[in-house]
C-alpha cells in the first residue's frame, strides 16, 4: 500500500509563492509517475504538473507553465511543488497523487493513490 501526504499549503498574496511537499510512504519503490492535480469548488479536478520519478520528465498544464516547477527527492521519496506569481485563479485544494505508470499524465483516472489534499488560497 502507498501513503501520500501533503505538506506546505496556505494563504498568499497574489504574486507570491509557496512550496508543496508530497511525502509517500509504503511501496514507494513503484511509484513511477506521481503528479499534482487541484480542484477548486464547482470545478473538475485537473492536472498541474507531472513527474516521472525515474527520468526526471516533466509535465506542466499551460496555466501553470512557467510559474510552477514540479521537483523530487527520490532518497526522501518527496515530490515537490514549487508555485511562484500565484494568481487568484489557482486558489484550490492541491491533491498529491501517484502511480506506478500512467497513459495520460493529466487524467485522475490514471492514478491510483492519493493524497488527503491541501488547500491553497490566493487573494488580491
Known amino acids: 500500500q502507498v501513503n501520500l501526504v501533503e505538506s506546505g499549503g496556505g494563504s498568499v498574496q497574489a504574486g507570491g509563492s509557496l512550496r508543496l511537499s508530497c511525502a509517500a510512504s509504503?511501496?514507494?519503490?513503484?511509484?513511477?509517475?506521481m503528479a499534482w492535480f487541484r480542484q477548486a469548488p464547482e470545478k473538475k479536478r485537473e492536472g498541474v504538473a507531472t513527474?516521472?520519478?525515474?527520468?526526471?520528465?516533466?509535465y506542466y498544464a499551460d496555466s501553470v507553465k512557467g510559474r510552477f516547477t514540479i521537483s523530487r527527492d527520490n532518497a526522501e521519496n518527496t515530490v515537490y511543488l514549487q508555485m511562484n506569481s500565484l494568481k487568484p485563479g489557482d486558489t484550490a485544494m492541491y491533491y498529491c497523487?501517484?502511480?506506478?505508470?500512467?497513459?495520460?499524465?493529466?487524467?485522475?483516472?490514471?492514478?491510483?493513490?492519493w493524497g488527503q489534499g491541501i488547500q491553497v488560497t490566493v487573494s488580491s
Open positions: 497523487a501517484a502511480d506506478a505508470y500512467v497513459t495520460r499524465a493529466f487524467n485522475p483516472s490514471d492514478f491510483s493513490y
Open positions: 509504503g511501496l514507494t519503490h513503484s511509484l513511477n509517475y
Open positions: 513527474i516521472v520519478t525515474g527520468a526526471g520528465y516533466t
